[in-house]
């Protein structure tokens, strides 16, 4: 099978997994969790199902060691965002946030590699 239709699959599948997600968030109280199910679980299972069908589980080990050590850099892109975004305004503060994000990813990629 190509490379375009396993991309096609994981995006088809990602999208089936992120309503099943939004679904599941929906119905749970608070509404805050509609987020936390509706995004990166549901990509993530998408991903790793394809990976698993097209490549084999050695590829899946150096995936989920990528998705770790995003998720590292995403908690520290969320923690300080928000005292950047306050301190000096929602552009530089993104901005910042962004660079200590490709910082911790970029330390964490250099760690797996």
Same mark, same amino acid.
């Given at each position: ?5 396993? $991309? ?13 997600? *939004? #679904?599941?968030?929906?119905? !749970? ?23 698993? #069908? ?5 590829? !899946? ?6 998705? $770790? ?11 300080? %965002? #928000? ?6 305004? %929602? ?6 946030? !962004?660079? #200590?994000? *490709? $910082? ?6 250099? !760690?797996?590699?």
């Amino acid at each position: 099978m190509s490379e375009v239709w396993w $991309i096609v699959g994981r995006g088809l599948l990602g999208g089936l997994l992120v309503m099943a997600f *939004a #679904v599941i968030g929906e119905m !749970l109280t608070p509404k805050r969790f509609a987020g936390i199910f509706a995004a990166a679980p549901a990509v993530a299972l998408a991903g790793m199902t394809v990976t698993v #069908v097209q490549k084999g589980e050695h590829q !899946l080990d150096e995936d989920a060691l990528g998705m $770790i050590a995003g998720a590292v850099a995403l908690v520290a892109y969320c923690a300080v %965002a #928000v005292p950047l975004v306050r301190r000096v305004g %929602a552009l530089a503060g993104s901005l910042m946030a !962004l660079a #200590v994000w *490709a $910082i911790v990813a970029g330390a964490g990629w250099a !760690l797996i590699a």
